[in-house]
């Protein structure tokens, strides 16, 4: 158990729908990442914030946003679905936002969405 | 274009060889490599990390080496186990004047160790 959750574990919406994702980082970690994971891809760094602000973006499209609350966890909004958004979303965190403790980061579960 | 490259998809061993996994890179900016492990329905777990500073790091079974000239690296896990079963993603970070890139990950490779 690496100590980061993440809800809902599945989610099945259709086309056209919004969906939020929620992810609780492990205590005192201060970052939190979002990654997508298609079938037969790697992780897609999407997006990343640090101590409630923004720290980096990566491929994230413009149908989707994410925020971290004053409690550090983190919400990634998908709107709009298509059926390319299924995919696995994985939430990370770590101690720092870089430097030696950003490096190693600490993964949830994830969350499987099918977009029908 | 992938800065991170598992060239092979799937590996098979035999319980108490070594397995070597595979990573090669092209970004010279990497600076740090880690190695995450992932089973069925849960998250990756970091595995072992290892400086661009560095050509070795050893934790127990699974060593990390990295040859920078060649923009390669590799995973190797002496004796294997069959709990070692599972997919090894390779990741690296970039280091851009002061801060920090994100990791990017390669597509993984499947482990499998038969009793």
């Known amino acids: 158990d690496s100590g980061v959750t993440q809800t809902p574990k599945h989610l099945i919406t259709a086309t056209g729908q919004r969906v939020t994702l929620r992810c609780s980082p492990r205590?005192?970690?201060?970052?939190v990442y979002w990654y997508q994971q298609s079938l037969d891809q790697g992780l897609q760094f999407l997006i990343q914030?640090?101590?409630?602000?923004?720290?980096a973006k990566g491929n994230i499209l413009e149908r989707f946003s994410a925020q971290q609350f004053p409690d550090l966890h983190s919400e990634l909004n998908l709107s709009s679905l298509e059926l390319g958004d299924s995919a696995l979303y994985f939430c990370?965190?770590?101690?720092?936002?870089?430097?030696?403790?950003?490096?190693?980061?600490?993964f949830g579960p994830g969350t499987r969405l099918t977009v029908t | 274009d992938q800065q991170v490259k598992q060239n092979s998809p799937s590996l098979s061993v035999q319980e108490g060889r070594i397995s070597i996994l595979n990573c090669d890179y092209t970004?010279?900016?990497?600076?740090?490599f880690l190695w995450y492990k992932k089973y069925p329905a849960e998250g990756p777990t970091f595995l072992i990390s290892?400086?661009?500073?560095?050509d070795k790091n050893e934790d127990g079974r699974f060593t990390v080496f990295l040859n920078k000239s060649a923009k390669h690296l590799s995973l190797h896990i002496v004796p294997s186990q069959p709990g070692d079963s599972a997919v090894y993603f390779c990741?690296?970070?970039?280091?851009?004047?002061?801060?920090?890139?994100?990791?990017?990950f390669g597509k993984g490779t499947k482990l499998s160790v038969k009793p």
């Open positions: 990370a965190s770590s101690v720092g936002g870089q430097g030696r403790s950003g490096r190693e980061q600490y």
């Open positions: 205590s005192g970690d201060l970052s």
């Open positions: 914030y640090y101590n409630g602000e923004e720290r």
């Open positions: 970004n010279s900016m990497f600076d740090y």
């Open positions: 290892i400086s661009s500073i560095k």
């Open positions: 990741a690296a970070r970039a280091y851009y004047g002061g801060s920090q890139g994100n990791l990017i």
